[in-house]
């Protein structure tokens, strides 16, 4: 069948262009795109090469939420109408042929995906609004983050970057009842992880932030999460920690190496945490259940919503390094 998705090229060039889907088979399932969220760190990581899932001209995007438009003869959990969240898209080609890696390709009119596994679908509470929850897998990372690390209730834990991965863990840390300090360079973003929770927001920009956090927690934070994925800044996010601490490496800092002052850590003894992915379907149950109850108010973090005939200036706009957009919709239908 065919579709409409935002397809980048190598040249990074980005339009809006036909694609044709596989047709349906016997265990998938058609959905058509309500809304799709962008991640402006993993998709623009793809998009300039940084990390590859597959070869150029890709299509982007790996959440959205949509109408099931028609199942499979063996799929039997959701029917035609229901309103689901998708992790990624099947496998596309452009009209003449030529193949595109779906890297998970949810910027798109429509998706063919399945129940279950790692990236199936999942159905949407009644009430969810289905702008807010297409940006479900942001939050979903950060939770995983905090769940592996098991930061206790009444502990400091410090954010360092408050990009919407940074959020996440920001919300999630003070649900667990944390002591959270938020560490940013943006006082827009600071002012967003105080309304995800954040008890103490440092303008690292401004003043010593180490200093502030030792003030703050005497011998340091209790957990570590670098959410930052700048290489350059993992020596500064270790010396939050304090001795016998934990340190997460939250970020994506991509497929090169990367270095940092061994002695620290070493001497500090500290735990560490490489969380992958967004913890599965737990994780992105629990948090769209959280943004439809108004416990986790994610629509303060979507900057820019946008139609599907915008996307491909709006990235245009992003690859050029306007900082202005921080969360962002494409509404599909």
């Not at 042929?97 to 949810?106: H, L, R, Y």
């Amino acid at each position: 069948m065919q579709a409409t998705a935002l397809v980048c090229d190598q040249a990074m060039q980005f339009s809006l262009s036909p694609v044709i889907l596989p047709q349906l088979g016997p265990s998938d399932v058609l959905v058509k795109t309500a809304y799709s969220g962008v991640s402006i760190g993993t998709e623009f990581a793809l998009i300039r090469n940084k990390i590859s899932w597959g070869p150029f001209p890709i299509v982007t995007g790996y959440m959205a939420t949509g109408i099931v438009q028609a199942v499979g003869e063996s799929v039997r959990e959701v029917r035609p109408g229901e309103k689901v969240f998708v992790r990624g898209n099947g496998t596309m080609s452009l009209p003449n042929g030529t193949a595109i890696s779906p890297v998970s390709g949810t910027h798109c009119s429509h998706v063919i995906t399945q129940v279950g596994g790692t990236h199936g679908l999942g159905v949407l509470p009644d009430t969810a609004s289905m702008q807010t929850a297409s940006m479900f897998v942001i939050p979903a990372v950060g939770f995983h983050g905090v769940d592996m690390a098991e930061p206790k209730m009444g502990q400091t834990v410090v954010v360092h970057g408050c990009g919407l991965i940074g959020l996440g863990v920001v919300a999630a840390a003070s649900l667990r009842g944390c002591k959270v300090i938020a560490v940013d360079v943006q006082d827009r973003q600071l002012e967003m992880a105080k309304a995800m929770g954040a008890d103490v927001q440092i303008n690292g920009s401004k003043t010593d932030a180490l200093a502030q956090v030792q003030a703050l927690s005497e011998s340091g934070a209790d957990v570590v999460f670098e959410c930052t994925g700048v290489p350059s800044l993992i020596d500064t996010a270790i010396a939050f920690c304090r001795n016998q601490g934990k340190f997460v490496w939250q970020g994506n800092y991509g497929q090169a190496p990367v270095s940092f002052n061994f002695l620290v850590p070493h001497g500090k003894q500290l735990q560490t945490f490489f969380p992958c992915d967004d913890g599965l379907m737990p994780c992105r149950q629990t948090v769209i259940k959280h943004m439809t109850s108004g416990v986790l108010p994610w629509e303060k973090t979507i900057t820019h919503r946008i139609e599907a005939a915008q996307a491909p200036s709006m990235f245009e706009r992003i690859n050029q390094g306007d900082k202005d957009i921080v969360g962002m919709t494409i509404q599909w239908s």
